[in-house]
């Protein structure tokens, strides 16, 4: 009840806030350069901050603020770099965010009530911030993109942590081979069957937005009537590019296959090399005789495994239906560490279904086939192996040298961006508006202003 209650404060706030700016006149809350950044603009950011469900605070306002000064500073060097980001690139961050705006608020008819204005109409206020958002990252990325450490600033670096050099949890390396059920021509064909009369439905005039919000299983795009926006040629898999670039607008595909299912889209608008697509997504969904099938393919695999016929990586390629893992040995990637591409996962950090398979397992153990049900609600088979256990202990160059070096290489980029940024404040002209003035994040950007007058 407290979730739903914060949720519903946000989203009342958020309605008051737009109403608010309505009828507020606008003023210039600070100066960059050349660049000036609106209180409206502010409050615009503000209110996606409540929209994601966070409590009314005033004090987001100085760190939003800061965010804006930041990337109005990257921006400005961006121009004079000539760094740009494409258009379609600014289409795909726009929609995706309005996506997940329109799945917390329910659907776009509730997004769009709650905003008291429209979503194209919100598309377009908030286009401009994203697009400063991706030059500015993109700036910063060009910045620090030659930034390395040598074997000795690692060191150096792991020395001056003294006393504070971190303790590690156990960290384990885990190889899995993922095995998803096949369905037969003929246990595929109900769901063909289904979809193809959908785009008979559309072909006849009904809506396809409505059908797409009715029937579509495409969690990504289903709420917004099936509505993709627009697409280059790298955004989708190979099968949906190839008919959405085929079409002309207004053409509406065969039914196609891809790895996700039974998809028709309709081509609503071409513009160079982007299309603006919808279209509706049918799942096929596991049946009892495709897993007994599955379960005799994992149980031949795990005899062989066992009577050493091929190794566990060579089983992972061969047959794991896991592109991420397969061509890997079969081995699970650190998330939060995937720069440094490591194996090592802290225990804590694994999913807990895989824990209580490997917590009494042996190094260099391999599990018998369970079936497990994966984050998109499908059935599968899995085979889980044990290729190394390191107990806790206290960091040392020896045996973590990648996350110190990985470390060391992030305190690196820190400083130099803190240096650009402390340059680049002493010989830009920046304005803050005295309502700011209680904002401790800008101190340091109103001290530097005060120092160039």
């Not at 004090?59 to 109005?72: F, G, V």
């Not at 990252?137 to 670096?157: A, L, R």
């Not at 559309?202 to 795009?221: Q, R």
Request: aromatic share 8%.
């Amino acid at each position: 009840m407290k979730k739903v209650f914060l949720v519903a404060t946000a989203l009342i706030c958020l309605f008051l806030n737009s109403f608010a700016q309505k009828h507020t006149v606008d003023k210039v809350a600070a100066v960059v350069g050349n660049n000036i950044i609106l209180l409206s603009d502010l409050n615009q950011q503000y209110t996606q901050y409540l929209y994601q469900g966070n409590q009314p605070n005033n004090d987001i306002k100085c760190k939003i603020l800061q965010q804006t000064l930041t990337q109005k500073l990257l921006k400005q060097q961006a121009e004079i770099d000539s760094v740009m980001v494409e258009d379609g690139a600014v289409d795909e961050e726009v929609n995706k965010r309005m996506r997940y705006s329109m799945q917390r608020a329910g659907g776009q008819e509730r997004l769009e009530q709650f905003l008291n204005k429209s979503v194209l109409q919100y598309k377009d206020e908030i286009r401009p911030s994203i697009k400063d958002e991706l030059i500015a990252h993109k700036m910063q990325q060009k910045i620090t993109e030659n930034i390395n450490v040598t074997p000795m600033e690692v060191e150096k670096y792991f020395k001056s942590l003294g006393d504070s050099v971190p303790e590690f949890n156990t960290e384990v390396e885990v190889g899995e081979i993922i095995l998803n059920p096949k369905l037969t021509r003929a246990e595929k064909q109900k769901f063909r069957d289904k979809i193809e009369a959908l785009r008979l439905r559309v072909k006849s005039g009904e809506d396809m937005g409505v059908l797409a919000k009715t029937y579509s299983e495409d969690p990504g795009s289903a709420s917004d009537g099936g509505d993709y926006g627009f697409i280059d040629r790298n955004t989708m898999v190979k099968e949906f590019t190839a008919w959405a670039f085929k079409l002309k607008a207004g053409e509406i595909s065969p039914v196609f296959e891809t790895e996700y299912g039974f998809h028709f889209l309709q081509v609503l608008e071409r513009r160079g090399e982007q299309v603006h697509v919808r279209h509706i997504l049918i799942m096929p969904k596991t049946t009892p005789e495709s897993l007994t099938r599955l379960k005799l393919h994992a149980d031949s695999i795990y005899n062989n495994l066992m009577g050493k016929k091929l190794s566990f990586a060579a089983a992972a390629n061969l047959y794991s239906d896991n592109k991420e893992t397969k061509y890997n040995g079969g081995m699970m990637m650190n998330a939060e560490d995937v720069q440094a591409r490591s194996t090592f996962i802290p225990v804590d950090k694994l999913d807990p279904s895989v824990f209580l398979v490997i917590d009494t397992m042996k190094v260099g153990g391999i599990s018998k086939p369970d079936l497990f049900t994966a984050a998109d609600g499908k059935q599968g088979y899995r085979i889980l192996y044990l290729k190394s256990k390191i107990p806790p202990h206290k960091a040392n160059l020896a045996q973590d040298f990648p996350k110190i070096r990985d470390a060391a290489q992030s305190d690196k980029i820190n400083r130099t961006l803190s240096e650009w940024f402390q340059k680049r404040r002493e010989s830009t002209y920046i304005k803050i508006d005295d309502e700011f003035n209680t904002c401790d994040e800008l101190k340091i950007w109103t001290k530097t202003a005060t120092a160039a007058k």
